[in-house]
């Protein structure tokens, strides 16, 4: 039973790594590419500065988070499964992870099932629509809700593998001397 518990949490940290380095790809490495694209283009004379508006970025960016947002709610199952059956057979509870857990749980859907449908439908109602206010607020929380899922999911696998190097059996850790 124990080598099975290693292995589902070997996953489970795997998973989670690969959704943090996503969630880190799509902010910080995807967005200011996509959002700048007509710069980087006319750069090396491919298209017209002004062929490429950020209302288009924006409809690219949002069909990548569109597809993102299919792994973000598969993970948000698998934290739920894990986490829960970790917290009820583990002798020592905690808490801390049971709520972090839930917490991204809450953060991923509000995210994949809020946020981004209303940035769809709002981009479905033309550039005009993604120019007011309304709009950049939604932008600005959605931006928000994925910077603090980023922090509570890296939180997590932070933790899990603190308490995995801790919890090593005796022989283990003696042989690492």
């Not at 980087?40 to 298209?47: F, G, N, T, V």
């Amino acid at each position: 039973m124990k080598v099975f518990a290693s292995c589902i949490t070997s996953i489970y940290l795997l998973a989670l790594g690969i959704i943090i380095g996503g969630i880190i790809a799509c902010g910080a490495l995807i967005a200011p590419v996509i959002f700048n694209a007509s710069l980087y283009l006319a750069a090396i004379e491919i298209a017209d500065p002004s062929g490429i508006t950020r209302y288009a970025s924006g409809i690219l960016m949002t069909e990548i988070f569109a597809r993102f947002n299919y792994l973000l709610n598969a993970m948000a199952i698998f934290i739920l499964v894990y986490e829960l059956l970790v917290f009820n057979i583990s002798s020592k509870k905690s808490l801390f992870l049971l709520g972090i857990g839930i917490f991204s749980v809450v953060l991923i859907f509000l995210f994949t099932m809020y946020y981004t449908p209303a940035i769809i439908a709002a981009q479905a109602d033309g550039a005009a629509a993604t120019a007011t206010e309304e709009f950049f607020s939604l932008h600005t929380q959605s931006e928000m809700i994925f910077q603090i899922l980023l922090v509570s999911l890296s939180a997590s696998f932070l933790w899990r593998v603190y308490l995995l190097r801790f919890s090593l059996p005796a022989a283990a850790k003696s042989r690492k001397k």
